[in-house]
């Protein structure tokens, strides 16, 4: 019983607040919501009994990932970015719908059959088990199956700071007139 | 009711399919990274709710890589922003200075 | 607690198998080494220098380990992470390959427009490591990884011109779409994984035998494979998911959209061929009309749009659609031979759209592509109309180029899998789009034009050094195809489980 109250207050924190996301106006609400789905599905992952990733969840993604954006904002004055936009793909609405339809078609075939499937299935390996604790047991499967995976984001990560570096620095003089963009012709 | 890990699924897909149209309906990039945002936490979802239904840890470790891949695809996603944003005050300077002389 | 750690044993790791990446994050590391380290600025030519050597080394030990493997067999290493195998190596040279051609073009592009020497060749090193990732992984998740690492580096790339707002609006409109579909290819391996317990590929092949033992439904795994296809659709621009492509491949640095249509599009079909072929073979009734629909889609929109447009570098675009859709007829056979195929037409694809995006970078100066900037060409630059001619050409598919043979041998696996329709398509497809390159050529030669206002035309040594490759690779694997025939019949993917 406290199960289903715990998923239905936590399923419906995260809902509204996806719907904030999309719906607000303002950016700096539109983070703000995105705050309230983490934490919903940080619930969630508490529920499902992966308490690391819960504490995670709050800590880099609400933590961190939310203050990037939030920063971000700051930085361009919230007038600007409320007023950001880029150009509309061909026939985005369109795609809209039909990606939201074909989106609920698998919703559907989802509530019908996955649940009876999948029962008393065995596990295939890394089994979860009691003795060990939740964090030993994501360490030994972070450094043996996904070993590779762990170091290959070192590159990603890398490749993320050199870009920040690129896209931080302010193009020079010579850049401008190299692009050929007239000087305030289009600016 | 008990609550089963299908439900967890439903939630996930919800969440994949929210965020999915709201990228497609929004214009604002910064709007749409956040929902890039929730289409991952979907998708984090569906990986636990399995990694449940098996008792397979692996589940749980996946989403480990996929929180980084979107810390660093918001990385380069805001500066991208910071970057276009950039060039609008700078481009009204060098007019001023053309025109100075 | 600490005596529970002393229980873990690390994988064993084969560092020969690790050495091709290594190489190439090794170079990216010491360009921004040096560059941040050193007092005095270091010239350009020395972070090309470094990603070049880079990329000959890969290229070097890819050939190495391929005499290797076809004489030891496949192995993997990691927990079976990561594969080596003759279709892994086929794509570490080709990758290596794109990689020295685009250090030599982006030398001299970089220069004239300003553009940051290291940062774009540190980029270009990072993002090959998750090309070649994405084609020797044996698990969803590697994959995923590579495909981030490669994605992103591109993103940055496509907006390194700082002084071009619409390169970075473009590289904006990229990212978006991008990571759009980098969130479809991650849901279709979460329902993978649901259906089948696990990420691996080696436990993906054995678990889809028995599916209807354990009782899940079948769906799972077939939505799970449609949008892992949706999401790499979007990487390799097919069509109903190609409409970034022309924006952005105008809009970024000629050598840039090089790169991304030859090593991006070619990791992309890396990533399905493996994930297809080799996990899940038994469901090729499944996925077969899946890539079916998506080719006769691409080819149509790849030949059709292409006439439609007067920029150059958005021809090209549209023409990269289109090639697409010719691998695609290849993937959806899904027999050895189309395999085979497939390889052979993304390693001839590689160099003439490479050797095209070099003489566009060298003309396309002030970034404008009009094809009006083509006419008389011959007359000013014989050589380089000549090199260009040579791609358009064996990019239509004109008899004594690589591109004829690519062609032929797609439609003829096409034909021997009984797939008349999709033969019939391609070879309409190829007519129309024959229209589009033939237009570009006339321009180039076309006798009759005043004098062209332009600047007058400098190739760097190691642009033309490029354009001489591509072109030499081109001419000689339309009159000789066989040795590369060889190559791709002997690159085939494996399967082999971690220790």
Known sequence: MVDTIVFIVAAVICLSGAFGVILARNPVHAALMLVMTLFGIAVQFVALEAHFLAAVQV????????????????????????????????SQKIAAFGFSGAGLAILGFLVNRVDNAATGRPPVGGAINDRTTNVSQLAGTLFDDYVYAFELTSVLLVIAVIG???????????????????????? | MEVTESWYLVLGALLFIIGGTGLLIRRNPLVMLMCVELMLNGVNLTFVAFSRMFSDIRGQTVVFFVLVVAAAEVVVGLGLVVAILRRQPEATADDLNVLKG | MLAQLTNFEAP?????????????????????????????????????????????????????????????????????????????????????????????????????ERMAAPEFNALLLCAATGAIVMAAANDLIVMFIGLESLSIGLYVMAAMHLGRKVAQEAAMKYFILGAFSSAFFLYGIALVYGATGSTSLTHIQSATLTLEVRGTPPELLFVGMALIIVGVAFKVAAAPFHFWAPDVYQGAPSPVTGFMASVAKAAGFAALLRIFFVALPGEVTEWAPIFSGLAILTLIVGAVMAIMQNDVKRMLAFSSVGHAGYVLVAVTTGTAEGLASALFYLFTYTFMVIGSFAVISLIGWNDGHDIGRYEGLARRRPLVALAMTVFILGQAGVPFTSGFIAKFY???????????????????????????????????????????????????????????ATVAVTLVYGFIPQSLIGFVRDAVPQLVAGG
Not at chain 3, 57 to 75: K, P
Not at chain 3, 428 to 436: E, H, L, R, T
């Open chain 1, 59 to 90: 800590i880099v993604y609400a933590g961190a990932i939310v203050v990037l954006f939030l920063f971000v904002i700051m930085l361009l004055g919230i007038d600007v970015s409320q007023s950001l936009e880029i150009g509309a793909m061909q």
């Open chain 1, 164 to 187: 920040a570096v690129v896209l931080a620095r302010k193009p020079t003089r010579a850049q401008v007139e190299a692009g050929g963009e007239s000087e305030g012709s289009d600016a």
């Open chain 3, 12 to 112: 064993s790791v084969d560092w020969w198998i690790l050495a091709p990446q290594m190489i190439l994050v090794g170079g990216a590391l010491l360009i921004l080494l040096l560059t941040s380290l050193s007092i005095r600025k270091i010239p350009s030519w020395v972070s090309t220098l470094i990603a070049f050597a880079a990329g000959l080394a890969t290229f070097v030990v890819a050939m190495f380990l391929w005499y290797d493997v076809q004489d030891h067999g496949a192995r993997s290493t990691l927990a079976g992470a990561l594969g080596l195998d003759g279709f892994s190596l086929f794509f570490t040279v080709l990758t290596a390959l794109g990689v020295m051609l685009t250090t030599l073009i982006g030398d001299a592009y970089g220069s004239r």
């Open chain 3, 410 to 468: 797609v439609i003829q696996a096409a034909v021997d899998d009984e797939l008349y329709a999709m033969a019939v398509v391609a070879m309409v497809a190829a007519v129309v789009g024959a229209f589009m390159y033939l237009r570009i050529v006339m321009t180039m030669w076309s006798r009759d034009v005043e004098a062209v206002d332009a600047p007058p035309l400098a190739v760097s040594w190691t642009t033309g050094l490029a354009l001489f």
